[in-house]
């Protein structure tokens, strides 16, 4: 249970991590 609570926080952090970038990129 905690494994897949874990690997979803994850992905979320890489999803968010990607969006910031990609609004960065925007902004420069």
């Given at each position: ?16 991590q ?11």
């Amino acid at each position: 249970m905690l494994l897949i609570i874990l690997e979803m926080l994850e992905e979320a952090h890489y999803l968010l991590q990607d969006r910031v970038f990609h609004h960065m990129g925007k902004i420069l």
